[in-house]
Nanobody, 124 residues
Framework: QVQLIESGGGLVQAGDSLRLSCAAS????????MGWFRQAPGKEREFVAA????????DYADSVKGRFTISRDNAKNTVTLQMNSLKREDTAVYYC?????????????????WGQGTQVTVSS
């Protein structure tokens, strides 16, 4: 069993930055890849970013590439999502998720554990 708790969401203005964190517990953190997803009202959950077990591989959705950075600290059991140059369309609930596969994936159904989410609201 893995427990994931997100933090760092809030209300910001367009162009601002925000840093989300996800704290993991329950199993060896370095044994699973991590992903960030988001879900806006009335929309399906969508992939944002993912990072491999070691942190050596990352993947980003085109919509956030160049603005968002995913990283992990296996010693502290945390994964972070640094979000810069935020836009109104980034407004959503952001979720972190854990996946025990070796290859990082964009499919939500591939992830085994999910956090409760943290709200990010970007105003213009």
């Amino acid at each position: 069993q893995v427990q994931l708790i997100e933090s760092g969401g809030g209300l910001v203005q367009a162009g601002d930055s925000l840093r989300l964190s996800c704290a993991a517990s329950g199993r060896t953190f370095s044994s699973y890849a991590m992903g960030w997803f988001r879900q806006a009202p009335g929309k399906e959950r969508e992939f944002v970013a993912a990072i491999s077990r070691s942190g050596g591989s990352t993947d980003y959705a085109d919509s956030v590439k160049g603005r968002f950075t995913i990283s992990r600290d296996n010693a502290k059991n945390t994964v972070t999502l640094q979000m810069n140059s935020l836009k109104r369309e980034d407004t959503a609930v952001y979720y972190c998720a854990a996946d025990f596969r070796i290859v990082i994936t964009r499919r939500p159904s591939d992830y085994d554990y999910w956090g409760q989410g943290t709200q990010v609201t970007v105003s213009s």
